[in-house]
């Protein structure tokens, strides 16, 4: 092995070690998988600092659930219940929606990752449409992988997977063309692969040639499987399409997944 091809492979096994550890140190903790790999790849040793340095998301804050006092009764009952078990008064579902949108608009962040949880069995197109503004302001806010609106980016992204009935895939691709921070777009990217709307290969395959996004994207056309190869093909033959390297090598390993 050549010299110069030794030190490569050294420097790509170095990097993908860091991203390794840095997405398992930022998962523990509550933070984006898909950021901090992106952040361990291109920064190596730094990135992994940066991530064990992470403050903690403690579990409670990230799964306790909203609570408000019964009108009736003052007993504390979750936002959500739609019968207090202390005195059985019952409460309307809009009622109840109004209090959990309340909280999402005006909390904290530690109220407004306790809302997401709850909002998460409500199916109306009114708690889509407050999620998507929720990640999107988040996100924005989210000058660096340790800021606290990062966790309820990552809460909101996951909420909005539950809304599959939903123009998810429209929306996001939306929020990815206004543009914004390398951490919104990669969590848009990650969140798009999840989804595995064909919809979203276009501009996936655009992503490719972005050198701070294109693990991501990669990542997000293996997840749609197969049913990227035709455009990765076409992008791959055309003289100003996504880098040639990195398009076939995706395509071999779609190829394989037939």
């Known amino acids: 092995m050549e010299p110069t091809t030794f030190i490569i492979v050294i420097l790509l096994i170095q990097a993908f070690g860091c991203a390794a550890l840095s997405t398992v140190l930022a998962e523990k903790k509550g933070y984006s998988e898909g950021a901090w790999f992106a952040a361990g790849f291109f920064l190596g040793i730094f990135g992994l600092i940066a991530a064990a340095g992470l403050p903690v998301i403690p579990r409670e804050i ?91 980016m990552n809460k909101a992204a996951q909420v909005l997977l539950q809304f599959r009935e939903q123009p998810v895939t429209n929306q996001l691709l939306a929020l990815y063309n206004r543009g914004g921070n390398t951490i919104k777009l990669l969590k848009i990217i990650e969140t798009l692969g999840v989804l595995k709307d064909p919809a979203s290969i276009p501009r996936l ?26 455009d990765l093909q076409a992008a791959v033959n055309d003289v100003k399409g996504v880098p040639k390297r990195l398009g076939q090598k995706i395509l071999d390993q779609l190829s394989k997944m037939r």
């Open 205 to 230: 395959l655009q992503a490719l040639d972005d050198s701070t996004l294109r693990i991501s994207a990669s990542n997000a056309l293996l997840r749609l499987g197969p049913t990227s190869i035709p």
């Open 62 to 152: 990230r799964s306790e659930p909203l609570t408000k006092s019964c009108p009736d009764c003052a007993e504390p009952i979750r936002k959500e219940a739609l019968l207090c078990k202390h005195c059985g008064r019952r409460f309307e579902r809009n009622e109840i929606l109004h209090d959990l949108l309340s909280s999402l608009r005006e909390g904290s962040i530690h109220t407004k990752l306790k809302a997401l949880d709850s909002l998460q069995t409500f199916n109306e197109a009114v708690v889509f449409s407050a999620v998507l503004k929720t990640f999107d302001e988040a996100a924005s806010d989210a000058s660096h992988l340790g800021h606290p609106s990062v966790a309820v």
